[in-house]
């Protein structure tokens, strides 16, 4: 057994102090996990006793040891100047002639049979010794040659590996990790090379990177090879998988983003792939990608699931979650893993605590908008670098901006308070070290390096969801601390209001019992903002192009001219890659929905189904086709009464469609939904045919629907509506408006009174009576728990199950629910 060379299937992940912790996880692997169906392509491993063998060989160890006496770390100059000696001294050397014919030896073993993927091509990997730790990831910091062909080629590309142990990158990483030079050695590994150039290559996470939730697997895919996620230069398409419908066998695939995927890499010396050819390292080109690819999924369903299943399978046999590294082949159309480490930031962050970030003004119109890395905020002076010569310019505390970063790039932002890049996404390099620095980033924003000026105050804030946003001037803000530990547990079951699915994926973490109130409308507008039935009709108003157009007649409306080509070059525009445009609207609603179930799995989170107004209604494109002139939208043609109009039936089964997928197809078990505004028991019987009609029999399909208590008639007719419903959610704000007449939309005379006011509560003491005595549920999801002293203590004293509230007063309300529990003992 040689000293020097080792295959993968006599590595395992005991053997990180031989060949690092990246060959040791592919040996691992390869052993391990083949046999249970994920593919690994074969390859061998230089150990860390080959380093070691060719540094004394060449009498090197002591000659850079006097290049690093002389290393000024925080002076860049130096630290590149350092780094560049090395790399020369290590490069000009020669590897031992038993060393280079063991490596030959291995790579014609190889290559030999290397049947399946057909080609003699090559991927060198570096893979430092102290890699991959729970406590220092140095993923990135070491080269990766891809597509190596030949024998000299492959032994150059090993002395270059060796001499990136000491890229100015690495050499101040381990200085801020504390690890001696000189006991991290360098392994690299040779694999058979798959080929992703004609085919699509990403990375998966087994948990969400950015906010570290653990139920989801997040998959990102582009065109051709792998190196344009990490440089930051294209959106790549983006999957988020939900591990638990997953693991049922199903396909949980809760959200699909289409990338941009402007451009991919290729090999341009294709015939050098083959067997016998002359030797080389492929050269590559960045070319762009054709309309039909950037239009298109880079991966198929069934692709993603079969990816999704090797994550779940690696991240069960490592015990922790994974960052892995995916291609998929060209000739054989298979999908490989071609790395695995432990994910080092989200699974090492202490859970005992968490810190909210909050602006202390409101602000509306940022001055820029990208993708939020984070959820951190940051201000600072803008410092515009353009390429990586420019770094020394940089100083410490300010907000970097560029057009992407690279490894080079890093001493300075370790630095920086903050950094926004023009391109990339949430798998670029600024993102994978924004989040292992723990620092504000914003990705993907363009014009960033315009607009923004050098030395100009800014503020970076990634504390409201998926968008980042970036504001002229430094603006105060707060970080507060919640300790978990030291959160009351509560009797009452305190809940939480979520309208967006991006909210709900930040919030995940907050202390509830899950989500009292889960709002549609929030997705409606903003993920589809197409009206239903626009896209029902989709096909009539297409051949009706530049006709008249009525309404429903019997609104009795005006006759309206509609320029129906720009009415279906929007709805185009909006649904791409959907013929079936119902089905667009589908699988929109049930992505958002299963989104926010998702964050709080297995937590109850009660979904309401649609409740916008006429008005609201018809500013959906198309809307203005649908919806009638009400004077008084607030008690007009909302909810229930909707839901079983033939105008609007066809919408609501919409709806119901994608409850049935987000409970059935992606197996989250955990919702239960909600009829709005139902006015007489007659009319919750009709709703309740279509959703049983489609999701089946409650007793039989386990799921409940809830009514909103929030009319006069659903508190006097209480028993009635419970005998048909599974429980009442009063939603306090439409109940008092109701009950007192004060319209909630008037500020003229909205100080008169609130839900304290006697007859209110009387309503909610009735009703929540009413549940207990038919042993149904009762939860409340209105504003009045937030805002009016004294009223969670009547609540609390009338026995009411749940509590929910919005996310900025969560702490606070169990705080006070605990407070009177504790006087009522």
Sequence with gaps: MSNYIKFFSEISNSDVSVVGGKNASLGEMYQKLTP????????????????SYFLQSNQLEEKIKKILEKLEIKNIKSLQKTGEQIRNLIKNGKIPEDLKDEIVKSYGQLISNNNKLLTSAVAVRSSATAEDLPTASFAGQQETFLNVVGDEKLLQKIKECFASLFTARAISYRVDKGFDHFQVKLSVGV?????????????????E?????????????????????VQGKIIPDEFVIFKHGLEKGLKSIIEKKLGNKISKIVYTRRHSLSFGGQGGENTIKEIKTTEQ?????????????????????IEKHYGKAMDIEWAKD?????IYIVQARPETVQSSRDKSSYFEYKLKQFLNKPELKGIAIGSKIANGRARIIKNANEIEKFKEGEILITEMTDPDWEPI???????????????????????ELGIACVVGVSGAMNKIKNGDEITIDCSSGSVGKIYKGIIEFEIIENRILEIPKTKTKIMMNIGSPDEAFEKYYLPVDGIGLAREEFIIAGDIGIHPNTLINYEDIRKSQDTRHKTQENFNSQILRVKFDELIKKVDELTVGYEDKKQFYVDKLASGVA????????????????????????????????????????IGWRGASRYYDEKFKQAFELEVLAMKKVIFEFGLDNISIMVPFCRTPEEGKKVLEIIERILGKR?????????MCEIPSNVILANEFLEIFDGFSIGSNDLTQLVVGVDRDSEIISGITNENNSAVKQMISMAIKSAKEKEKYSGICGQAPSDLPGFIEFLVEQGIQSISVNPDVVIQTIQKVAEVEHKSL
């Design 36 to 51: 249970q169906g994920v593919r690994i392509p074969n390859g061998f491993a230089t150990t860390a006793d080959a380093f």
């Design 191 to 207: 694999q058979k090379m798959v080929r992703s150039d004609i085919s699509s290559s990403g990375v998966m996470f087994t948990i």
């Design 209 to 229: 990177p950015d906010i570290g939730l653990n139920n989801v697997i997040v998959i990102n895919s582009i065109f051709g090879l792998g190196e344009l996620i």
């Design 293 to 313: 690819e950037k239009n298109n999924f880079s991966l198929n369903d069934d692709e993603v699931v079969e990816l999704a299943n090797f994550g779940l399978l």
């Design 330 to 334: 060209g000739i054989d159309g298979k």
């Design 413 to 435: 932002m370790k630095i920086a308070s903050g950094i926004i890049t023009e391109k990339g996404g949430r798998t670029a390099h600024a993102a994978i070290v924004s989040r």
């Design 595 to 634: 989104k926010i179930a998702t964050a709080f799995y297995p937590r109850k989170v009660i979904v309401r189904f649609s409740d916008f107004k006429t008005n609201e209604y018809k500013n959906l494109l198309g809307g203005e086709l649908y919806e009638p002139e009400e004077s008084n939208p607030m």
């Design 699 to 707: 007793e039989s399909a386990s799921y409940e629907v809830y009514v």
